[in-house]
Every structure is written in C-alpha cells, then in structure tokens.
C-alpha cells in the first residue's frame, strides 16, 4: 500500500488466483482510520490500525490493515503519522 501526499491517493494492490490489480483512491474517498483493540481468552492485547474505504459492492467496505502489534506505542505512533498525513483522526475501539 502506498500514500501519496502530492496527489492525496491512496495505492494498494488486490492479489487474487486471477492475478493482481492495482486499486486507487483519493484521501477524500477514505471512510474512517480505525484503531482497534483485541483481548484475547488469556487477556493478551492485540492492536491493528485500519483504512476503512466504500465497498465495491453491497457487502461490504473494504478493511485495509496497515499494522497488527501487541506494542500499543508502536500502533499509536503509526496511526498519529498516518492520521496527520492523510488528514483524518484514528477512532479507538474495542473487541471488549
């Protein structure tokens, strides 16, 4: 996945038995920038930082995960330099 300031758009690719394709979209078409907490049964912590953009039918929007850590230092730090640069705050939420 790639961001690119100049031009405000978001660049990621869709791997799939058919091949791949590269997928465009502006920073305007980006829903929400998600920060999401997990708990596992043995109440270890997971975080994963999401780009939310529309769905491409009626099913669903397409989740793009950008990290998946146990370091909440780590995932906030990238979600602070993600957030300021695309221009959109990080909502937290949780699993609990």
């Known amino acids: 996945m790639g961001l690119n300031k100049s031009e405000r758009q978001l660049t990621y690719k869709v791997f799939s038995l058919l091949g791949s394709k590269t997928k465009h979209y502006s920073f305007a078409q980006i829903q929400e920038l998600i920060l999401k907490s997990y708990t596992n049964s043995d109440e270890d912590k997971s975080y994963d930082l999401k780009v939310v953009l529309p ?5 669903h929007q397409r989740k793009i995960s950008l990290i998946y850590d146990s370091d909440i230092e780590k995932v906030k730090k990238l979600a602070n330099v993600v957030s300021d640069f695309i221009e959109i705050p990080y909502q937290e939420v949780s699993n609990e």
């Open 55 to 59: 769905a491409e039918n009626r099913n």
